[in-house]
């Protein structure tokens, strides 16, 4: 398995002294996350689940009061990108710099008062991979800022503000989850959350001590058939709700959904709806179970799930399939994609003692599939943004 996690604030500090000239005021991480459960539900008010991964995005920064954003990352193959904040306008091509650049233009548009910056950045976060890197990046911005600044703005409002960025700015119709994971997770637990009232509990999910893993699959790949489709399920799953005459399907009660999807002629948005309303249950068993302490429970939860996601949502595809499949065929406890689907990312709960053999033969089912190996790493839940020097 390969590993990766936190970038060093030592090191990122010494980038922004290289770029810039001068020591910055601070550092700050901001985690990529892994969804436990609860996919597409987001984008309906419903329920999800997930975890921050040690994987974070890093960033050295200090205030400027003349109008001036600097940003540069490790990442990209670009000097300093020089954007003045009077000028910041959504749906702009500024590239990966789009991402802090939001997260200026939407505390500004929110009244904040934020001048400039000089922002250096590095991130560990797979990219591509569904981990939720471009929302690492908007909310360790936005926690930076927030403390050069001094806004006192809470978490949970920088992870609004960071999506407003992400939604307005970029121009992903994105839900909550991904910026509310990265600001407002804690090691050990897995965040409930429900993003119609962006209420939240830390639940605890501490696999080592059950003797567990929960194994993080990057496909390493990305269909094209996914850029569009996020939009086009989520105008499905809003249909849907028009006709049923809900606001959201977070209003369609799992106990009512066979007559919700008897009130429903066209059978894609009725595919889309059931799996809203099962993926919402879904995550509230999930939350039952580990309640109760039954961690290796969920295992099967996550199979089920992959099999709504594949089948009703249809966001699934043959790597993601292969995953789910060889990992539970080798004893996997369960299985599922996780993220936007069409590529990226597959979770597989095992047991700790057998999270090598099951690895192992995800490996190999790749290699005889003719696919590109797969990236294998312990997602370990982790905490979320804050300082780190």
């Known amino acids: 398995m390969t590993g990766g996690g936190e970038t060093g604030g030592g090191a990122v500090a ?30 309906n008010d419903g329920f999800v689940m997930p975890l921050a991964l040690p994987h974070t995005a890093v960033a050295a920064v200090s205030r400027r009061d003349d109008g001036q954003l600097r940003v540069h990352s490790a990442d990209a193959d670009q000097g300093v990108i020089q954007l003045g904040v009077e000028a910041l306008e959504p749906l702009s091509d500024t590239g990966w710099a789009a991402y802090p650049a939001g997260v200026v233009w939407a505390l500004r548009e929110a009244g904040h008062r934020v001048g400039g910056a000089d922002i250096h950045l590095a991130s560990t976060v797979p990219t591509g991979a569904g981990l939720s890197s471009s929302a690492a990046l908007e909310v360790v911005t936005a926690l930076a800022l927030n403390d050069v600044y001094g806004l006192g703005l809470a978490p949970r409002e920088l992870a609004v503000l960071a999506q407003r960025a992400e939604n307005a700015f970029v121009g992903v119709p994105c839900g909550v989850m991904d910026q509310m994971a990265s600001a407002c997770c804690t090691e050990g637990h897995a965040l409930y959350l429900d993003t119609r009232d962006l209420t939240q509990r830390h639940v605890p999910f501490d696999l080592a001590a059950q003797g567990l893993q929960l194994l993080v699959v990057d496909t390493r790949v990305k269909h094209a058939l996914g850029d569009g489709a996020y939009a086009e399920r989520r105008a499905g799953c809003e249909a849907g709700a028009r006709a049923l005459g809900v606001r959201t399907l977070r209003e369609v009660e799992y106990a009512h959904l066979f007559d919700a999807l008897g009130r429903l002629a066209d059978e894609t948005v009725r595919s889309y709806v059931r799996h809203v309303v099962t993926d919402n249950h879904r995550v509230e068993r999930t939350v039952a179970l580990l309640d109760a302490g039954h961690v290796r429970a969920v295992g099967p939860v996550l199979t089920e799930g992959h099999t709504s996601l594949r089948d009703d949502l249809r966001v699934s595809c043959p790597e993601l399939d292969l995953v789910v499949s060889a990992a539970n065929a080798a004893g996997a406890l369960g299985a599922r994609m996780t993220g936007g689907g069409f590529g990226g990312s597959a979770i597989v709960l095992v047991e700790a003692a057998d999270a090598d053999t099951v690895t192992k033969a995800v490996g190999e089912a790749f290699a005889a599939a003719g696919y590109t190996a797969p990236r294998v790493f312990p997602a370990v839940p982790s905490a979320g943004a804050r300082r780190i020097g």
């Open 14 to 43: 010494e980038g922004f002294r290289e770029l810039y000239g001068y020591a910055p005021q601070g550092v700050w991480a901001a985690p990529g996350r892994v969804n436990l459960i609860g996919e597409y539900t987001d984008v």
